[in-house]
C-alpha cells in the first residue's frame, strides 16, 4: 500500500524547491507547486510507474484576496485508481498576471473544468482550445466568484449584520 | 455483454454509417434543444448533419445555471442541503448523505450505526429511483412506452418511502448533519420491505424481459454510441458509465463510507462501453441495490440515530421548550451562528451518475469560504460530441439517454 510519505519524498526528490507545504488534511495529500512546473508535474506523475495518477478527478479555483501576490488559486485533484490513493495539488497566481498553462493536453477532463474556473475566476489558461465561458452568459463582464462581489445587495437595510451578531 | 449478441453487419443501417463524408456536402445546421422533449432538460446542441447523420456537434450549457457555489458561501451548513438535493433531483438523498458526510468529516463526528444504516438503506432507494428513470426513459427513446408506464409505478412507491421518511418527495432534504432527522417508522420500514421483497423484483424482472432480449430494442442500441476504457478514463466518466466501459471503479468499494464495508455486493461491469452495456449495468446495478438494501434491514442495528452533537443536530422540541441549554443551542444553528474548524476536505460519494464529489474550503466561519461540487454529468456529457460523431439523429438522442444526463446536476 503506497503511503503519503512515499509520494512526497518521490516527488520532493524530483522536483526540489518547487513543491512546498506539504500537509494532509484528512489524509489526502496536498501541496503547492508554481505555473512554471504544474504540467511538468501532472505529466511525471501520470507517467509515474508505481503511482500512476491518471485520473483528473477536478480542477477548481479559488479567491483569496488578502493572500498578497498569491490571490488566485488553482486546485487538481488527481488519483490513483490502481492505488486507489488521492493527491491535491495547489498553484498560487498573482491578480496581476492570473495565467497558467493548460492542462487538456493531458486529460481530455481539464477541457470544460478549466473553462468553468475561468468562467467563475477569470483564470486564463494558455493553450486551451476553446477558452469562454460555460455556465454564464457570454456577455458577462465579470467574473463572479471572486470574493469582491458579496451575494447580498448591498443596498438593503432591513438585514443588519449587527443585529444577529456578525 | 453486447459481444455475446448478434451484431447486425450488412443491414442497410450499418451500411449507411461507413459511407464516407463527401468534402462538397451541404451540411444542416440543427439546434437540438434547449427545450426539446429528447433531452430531458435544458440544454442545447448545435448539430452539424449530412442528411440524418451527425457530423459534428457542440454542446451550450447552463440554462438553469443557478450559481451554488456562490449561494453556499453565504450559507450556514445545514442550508447548503437544500442546493444539494437541486443537483441530481432523480436522486436527491445520496446528494444530501453526501452533503452531511462531508460537514461530518470536516468535524470529525461519527455517526451511530443505526444512522449509516438507515442512510445506506435510503442511498440505495435513491440509486434505484435514478436508474428506473434512466432506463424506461431510454425505452421510450427507442419507441417503447411500456416499460417506461410499469416501472413509473415503482418510483412513485419508493418516493413514498421518501415521504414517509422526510415528508417531501423530489427535493427531500434527507437526514441532518450528525444523523437523520427522525427514525425508522414501522411504517417506512414496511413500505420499504414491500418494495425490496416483492414490487421491485417483480417489476424489474418484467421490465427486463421485455427489453433485455428484445430484438428491436437490441438493434437499436447495441454498438451505438460505444467509447473505449482508456478515453472513457481520460474524460473522466465515473459511475455506470464508466463501469460499462470495463472499468470496475465504484466509489463504494474503493472508499467505503457509512459503512459500505459491511455489505456485500458486486459492482456489474460492461465489455464495450455503448448504450446496451449502459442499460445492463443499471439494470444490474438495481438489483444490487436491492441485495444491499436487504442486507441493511436484516441486519439493522439498535441504538440512537443521530450523533451526540449538540452544536449541529437540533435538540428536541420538547427539551427547547423546558430546557435553557437546549434552546441556546437551537437558536444558535437556527441562526447559523456557529463557526466551523478550520480545514480542507474532498470528500466523494457514488452518485446516481458517478463520482459526486464535495471540496469545502473553511477558514473557521459560519459558512464554506469556498464549496466546489464535482458534478459527474458536467464531466462526462463533454465526451458527448465525440460519441455521437457520424451516427444517425436517433442513435444520438439514445445515446444521450443513456449517458443519463440531468440539467440540474450539469449546471449547479
Given at each position: 500500500m503506497l503511503s503519503n510519505q512515499q509520494i512526497a519524498e518521490d516527488i520532493l526528490a524530483h522536483f526540489g524547491e518547487n513543491v512546498k507545504n506539504f500537509e494532509e488534511p484528512y489524509e489526502l495529500l496536498t501541496f503547492t507547486t508554481n505555473r512554471q512546473n504544474i504540467i511538468n508535474l501532472l505529466v511525471y506523475l501520470h507517467k509515474h510507474e508505481t503511482f500512476r495518477f491518471r485520473f483528473l478527478t477536478d480542477i477548481c479555483g479559488i479567491h483569496l484576496p488578502d493572500n498578497a501576490g498569491e490571490e488566485f488559486g488553482v486546485i487538481y485533484h488527481l488519483h490513483s485508481l490502481e492505488n486507489n490513493k488521492r493527491v491535491r495539488i495547489k498553484v498560487f497566481l498573482s491578480a496581476d498576471d492570473i495565467h497558467i498553462p493548460t492542462a487538456t493536453t493531458l486529460y481530455a477532463t481539464a477541457n470544460w473544468l478549466e473553462r468553468e474556473t475561468y468562467d467563475f475566476y477569470g483564470i486564463i489558461f494558455d493553450g486551451h482550445p476553446n477558452l469562454k465561458r460555460i455556465l454564464n452568459i457570454e456577455e458577462m463582464d465579470y467574473f463572479p466568484m471572486r470574493k469582491e462581489y458579496p451575494l447580498e445587495d448591498a443596498t438593503r437595510n432591513d438585514k443588519i449584520d449587527a443585529l444577529f451578531g456578525r | 455483454m453486447a459481444e455475446e449478441l448478434i451484431i447486425p453487419k450488412n443491414t442497410t443501417d450499418a451500411l449507411a454509417l461507413n459511407r464516407p463524408i463527401v468534402e462538397d456536402t451541404e451540411y444542416t445546421t440543427l439546434n437540438l434543444g434547449p427545450t426539446h422533449p429528447a433531452t430531458h432538460g435544458i440544454f442545447q446542441n448545435v448539430l452539424k448533419m449530412d442528411g440524418e447523420k451527425i457530423v459534428s456537434g457542440e454542446q451550450t450549457v447552463g440554462y438553469i445555471h443557478r450559481a451554488f457555489e456562490k449561494i453556499a458561501e453565504r450559507r450556514p451548513f445545514y442550508q447548503i442541503t437544500t442546493l444539494t438535493d437541486r443537483m441530481n433531483y432523480c436522486s436527491s438523498p445520496i446528494n444530501n448523505m453526501g452533503w452531511h458526510m462531508t460537514v461530518e468529516k470536516?468535524?470529525?463526528?461519527?455517526?451511530?450505526?443505526?444512522?449509516?444504516?438507515?442512510?445506506?438503506?435510503?442511498?440505495?432507494?435513491?440509486?434505484?429511483?435514478?436508474?428506473?428513470?434512466?432506463?424506461?426513459?431510454?425505452?421510450?427513446?427507442?419507441?417503447?412506452?411500456?416499460?417506461?408506464?410499469?416501472?413509473?409505478?415503482?418510483?412513485?412507491?419508493?418516493?413514498?418511502?421518501?415521504?414517509?421518511?422526510?415528508?417531501?418527495r423530489l427535493t427531500t432534504n434527507m437526514g441532518r448533519i450528525g444523523g437523520m432527522e427522525r427514525d425508522l417508522s414501522p411504517t417506512a420500514l414496511k413500505k420499504i420491505k414491500q418494495a425490496v421483497y416483492h414490487d421491485l423484483p417483480k417489476a424489474l424482472a418484467e421490465f427486463e424481459k421485455l427489453f433485455n432480449r428484445n430484438r428491436i430494442f437490441i438493434d437499436r442500441v447495441?454498438?451505438?454510441?460505444?467509447?473505449?476504457?482508456?478515453?472513457?478514463?481520460?474524460?473522466?466518466?465515473?459511475?455506470?458509465?464508466?463501469?460499462?466501459?470495463?472499468?470496475?471503479?465504484?466509489?463504494?468499494v474503493m472508499e467505503p463510507?457509512?459503512?459500505?464495508?459491511?455489505?456485500?455486493?458486486?459492482?456489474?461491469?460492461?465489455?464495450?462501453?455503448?448504450?446496451?452495456?449502459?442499460?445492463?449495468?443499471?439494470?444490474?446495478?438495481?438489483?444490487?441495490?436491492?441485495?444491499?438494501?436487504?442486507?441493511?434491514?436484516?441486519?439493522?442495528?439498535?441504538?440512537?440515530?443521530?450523533?451526540?452533537?449538540?452544536?449541529?443536530?437540533?435538540?428536541?422540541?420538547?427539551?427547547?421548550?423546558?430546557?435553557?441549554?437546549?434552546?441556546?443551542?437551537?437558536?444558535?444553528?437556527?441562526?447559523?451562528?456557529?463557526?466551523?474548524?478550520?480545514?480542507?476536505?474532498?470528500?466523494?460519494?457514488?452518485?446516481?451518475?458517478?463520482?459526486?464529489?464535495?471540496?469545502?474550503?473553511?477558514?473557521?466561519?459560519?459558512?464554506?469560504?469556498?464549496?466546489?461540487?464535482?458534478?459527474?454529468?458536467?464531466?462526462?456529457?463533454?465526451?458527448?460530441?465525440?460519441?455521437?460523431?457520424g451516427v444517425a439523429i436517433s442513435d444520438a438522442i439514445a445515446i444521450m439517454s443513456s449517458l443519463n444526463v440531468i440539467a440540474g446536476e450539469l449546471d449547479a
Open positions: - | 470536516l468535524l470529525g463526528v461519527t455517526v451511530p450505526k443505526r444512522a449509516q444504516y438507515i442512510r445506506v438503506i435510503m442511498m440505495e432507494l435513491a440509486r434505484i429511483a435514478d436508474h428506473l428513470i434512466c432506463n424506461s426513459i431510454l425505452g421510450v427513446d427507442t419507441g417503447a412506452y411500456s416499460g417506461f408506464l410499469y416501472l413509473f409505478q415503482e418510483r412513485e412507491k419508493i418516493y413514498e418511502i421518501y415521504e414517509e421518511m422526510c415528508g417531501a447495441v454498438n451505438v454510441g460505444p467509447i473505449m476504457a482508456e478515453r472513457a478514463l481520460e474524460y473522466g466518466f465515473t459511475g455506470p458509465n464508466l463501469r460499462a466501459a470495463g472499468v470496475d471503479y465504484d466509489v463504494r463510507y457509512s459503512s459500505y464495508e459491511d455489505f456485500d455486493f458486486d459492482i456489474p461491469v460492461g465489455h464495450n462501453g455503448d448504450t446496451y452495456d449502459r442499460f445492463m449495468v443499471r439494470n444490474q446495478e438495481m438489483w444490487e441495490s436491492i441485495k444491499i438494501i436487504k442486507q441493511a434491514i436484516e441486519n439493522l442495528p439498535e441504538g440512537p440515530y443521530y450523533a451526540n452533537e449538540d452544536h449541529y443536530y437540533l435538540p428536541p422540541k420538547q427539551a427547547v421548550y423546558s430546557n435553557m441549554e437546549a434552546l441556546i443551542y437551537h437558536f444558535k444553528i437556527v441562526m447559523g451562528e456557529i463557526d466551523a474548524p478550520v480545514g480542507e476536505v474532498y470528500h466523494a460519494v457514488e452518485g446516481g451518475n458517478g463520482e459526486l464529489g464535495f471540496y469545502l474550503v473553511s477558514d473557521g466561519g459560519r459558512a464554506p469560504y469556498r464549496l466546489h461540487f464535482r458534478r459527474p454529468c458536467f464531466i462526462y456529457y463533454q465526451a458527448y460530441p465525440e460519441m455521437c460523431k
